[in-house]
């Protein structure tokens, strides 16, 4: 069992930068790929960021070039640095695992296992 707890959201100006942070307890982090979702309100959750156990990662396109994920294993922790941020990055922010996880399929709620509750992100124009 994994439990997942994101911090680091809040209200930036446009251009502004974030860094999300998700803490991971339960069992050993470096079993699992970490990703990123977002939802805002009317849409489906989005794919915005994994990181594999081996420490590969994938962006959607609409956050490549200005988020980063990272992971510190030592402290079984996920970030998201977002920088240049636009309102429509504008969502609640989700930490998720997943045991196991394929670069050869798209990127998928469903592939994961365990979620945080989300934090709260907002992009003032």
């Known amino acids: 069992q994994v439990q997942l707890v994101e911090s680091g959201g809040g209200l930036v100006q446009a251009g502004g930068s974030l860094r999300l942070s998700c803490a991971a307890s339960?069992?050993?982090?470096?079993?699992?790929?970490m990703g990123w979702f977002r939802q805002a309100p009317g849409k489906e959750r989005e794919f915005v960021s994994a990181?594999?156990?081996?420490?590969?990662?994938r962006y959607a396109d609409s956050v490549k070039g200005r988020f980063t994920i990272s992971k510190n294993s030592a402290k079984n922790t996920v970030y998201l640095q977002m920088n240049c941020l636009k309102p429509e990055d504008t969502a609640v922010y989700y930490c998720?695992?997943?045991?196991?996880?394929?670069?050869?399929?798209?990127?998928?709620?469903?592939?994961?296992?365990?979620w945080g509750q989300g934090t709260q992100v907002t992009v003032s124009s």
């Open positions: 998720a695992a997943a045991l196991s996880l394929s670069w050869a399929l798209p990127p998928s709620p469903y592939d994961y296992d365990y």
């Open positions: 339960g069992r050993t982090f470096n079993n699992y790929a």
């Open positions: 990181i594999t156990s081996g420490g590969s990662t």
